[in-house]
């Protein structure tokens, strides 16, 4: 495949005062001008795929869960659940062993898109499922639902006072932990209005920053940004709603950030945004696509499975 660079051609930047806003001035204020790859950053190097802990400890489904779900975390709703049991049945008790195919009946359930369906009706003779009475009775299912918890009773009014996610926080922050070193970058529950938030600050742009807290500051520490942004964000020009002709691309640069409309097709365009590329590269196959949008295509694939392999289970989509 054969490379073009898109020369740069500067442009000197709008004053804010001007009455009419050109097509290069975003909303909010921001000057794009016509642009054309920064010298080379701290790009991740670690290949796509499991990480080289899963790879030597992943032996089947169930020791891919506990990957994530481990011991820590059941051991600690194990003691939760049978203290609420306690509060009413002196001698209720439940195994680790027990609590797993619980947890492994939801899934079931998930994967069977029975979100809408009645959960006992999955140990109907007649209709239900085979796998749920082989695997726990309907009645200890009950049980367990009934006395599921994640903390224990006692204590949680103190805990309120500081933390609105106590029901859960000590099993969520072993999720997130295991999560992190296996699986994804960061997580964090979203516990409405945010008094910390500036109120400068809109809650999208709070989300993101708080999530790449590990990476702040991407520039300074060589750390590079490729992703797609929508094209009626306030920081970009009217210009980048417009068509174009079929498979050509617009280079529009503000300060060291480098942003590219490809259209795809005849009503839609994608824009891509990028702090790695100064120069974009275009190919010379029929679809002409800039060197932004493969590269991107090419290291998304984390969104690419977890999509697909999410929307069954949880009945709505679930990103990365």
């Not at 898109?6 to 290069?24: A, I, N, T, W």
């Not at 506990?66 to 049945?89: G, K, P, Q, Y």
Request: net charge positive.
């Amino acid at each position: 495949m054969g490379l073009l660079y898109q020369p740069m051609q500067k442009c000197v930047p709008l004053s804010r005062h001007q009455p009419k806003r050109s097509g290069k001035m975003a909303q909010c204020g921001r000057s794009w001008s016509l642009a054309g790859r920064w010298q080379i950053q701290n790009i991740l190097t670690e290949s796509a795929g499991p990480t080289p802990h899963a790879r030597h400890n992943i032996t089947d489904k169930l020791t891919a869960f506990m990957c994530l779900c481990d011991n820590v975390m059941l051991e600690e709703i194990r003691d939760c659940t049978i203290a609420e049991a306690r509060r009413d049945r002196a001698t209720w008790d439940v195994s680790i062993m027990e609590l797993k195919a619980f947890i492994a009946l939801l899934y079931v359930r998930g994967a069977y898109c029975g979100k809408n369906i009645e959960m006992e009706s999955f140990w109907s003779e007649q209709w239900g499922n085979a796998f749920f009475n082989a695997t726990l009775s309907r009645n200890r299912f009950r049980e367990i639902m009934r006395y599921l918890r994640f903390d224990k009773k006692e204590t949680r009014r103190c805990r309120l006072t500081t933390d609105k996610f106590t029901h859960v926080r000590k099993v969520w922050d072993r999720f997130v932990e295991n999560s992190i070193a296996k699986y994804m970058l960061n997580g964090f529950p979203y516990l409405g209005k945010d008094a910390s938030r500036p109120a400068t600050q809109r809650l999208g742009e709070n989300v993101v920053l708080r999530l790449v807290e590990p990476f702040v500051a991407l520039l300074a520490q060589n750390t590079s940004l490729v992703g797609t942004i929508k094209r009626n964000k306030r920081e970009l020009p009217p210009s980048v709603q417009g068509r174009s002709e079929l498979f050509s691309t617009k280079v529009l640069k503000s300060d060291k950030m480098v942003l590219s409309v490809y259209q795809c097709k005849p009503r839609r365009n994608v824009t891509i945004l990028s702090t790695q590329h100064q120069h974009v590269a275009i190919s010379t196959e029929k679809k002409k696509k800039p060197e932004t949008v493969e590269y991107y295509n090419h290291s998304k694939v984390g969104v690419d499975v977890l999509e697909p392999n999410g929307s069954p289970i949880f009945g709505e989509r679930w990103h990365a």
